[in-house]
């Protein structure tokens, strides 16, 4: 059974603070994506990595930074909060070989920033 | 510029009846389709999902249509039982990539 788990369930940060979520997965998938999740906009990709220290940018990556030391972890930074970061943050998981496959999501950060 | 839409943020329905969400798409690249299902406060988790090849996927109560010309997918549930109610998201993929495209989502309730 695959398991995503993300550091904090809820958060409250500051404006101007940087911010860590840790995703962590215990299946040895090769890539993990962090997303953010607002209303009326659905799910948007902001970073993914398909291998260790591997980066890629998605949709909406400006004022985020991502980091992946080992494979089962990947931390999404945000280097100075500002209050149009409060959201959901969904971290996913994704086998290497992804062919007709599920992306598997952790519980998500509910993140404000006051 | 969004690739997957769904236009109806949410949709009442009474128990037993079926719902019907859909999902459209613009890129004819894509051709692995999927419906994740969330409650509120987890994270999403995979319902069902068809391939371009396919028509038509079924998994107990619920069944994926996908009709490539008009680049549409929809997603019956038959019946609606209470515990469906959640927010629905439908996802794309090409074949060549690793990243998911998702819809803005629509809004279940299942009325007892």
């Known amino acids: 059974d695959v398991k995503v788990t993300q550091s904090s369930r809820y958060l409250v940060k500051r404006t101007g603070e940087k911010v860590f979520l840790e995703c962590v997965q215990d299946?040895?998938?090769?890539?993990m994506f962090w997303y953010r999740q607002d209303p009326g906009l659905g799910l948007r990709l902001i970073y993914f990595s398909y291998d260790v220290k591997m980066k890629e940018k998605g949709d909406i990556p400006e004022g985020y930074s991502v980091s992946r030391e080992k494979k089962e972890r990947f931390s999404l930074i945000l280097e100075s909060a500002s209050t149009n970061q409060t959201s959901m943050y969904l971290c996913a998981t994704l086998p290497g070989n992804r062919r007709q496959e599920t992306q598997y999501f952790g519980p998500g950060t509910r993140l404000l920033v006051l | 510029d969004q690739q997957v839409k769904q236009n109806s943020p949410s949709l009442s329905v009474q128990e037993g009846r079926i719902s019907i969400l859909n999902c459209d798409y613009t890129?004819?690249?894509?051709?692995?389709f999927l419906w994740y299902k969330k409650y509120p406060a987890e994270g999403p988790t995979f319902l069902i999902s068809i391939s371009s090849i396919k028509d038509k996927n079924e998994d107990g109560r619920f069944t994926v249509f996908l009709n490539k010309s008009a680049k549409h997918l929809s997603l019956h549930i038959v019946p609606s039982q209470p515990g469906d109610s959640a927010v629905y998201f439908c996802a794309a993929s090409e074949n060549t990539g690793n990243q998911f495209y998702f819809g803005t989502g629509t809004s279940l309730t299942v009325i007892p």
């Open positions: 890129n004819s690249m894509f051709d692995y």
């Open positions: 299946m040895d998938h090769e890539n």
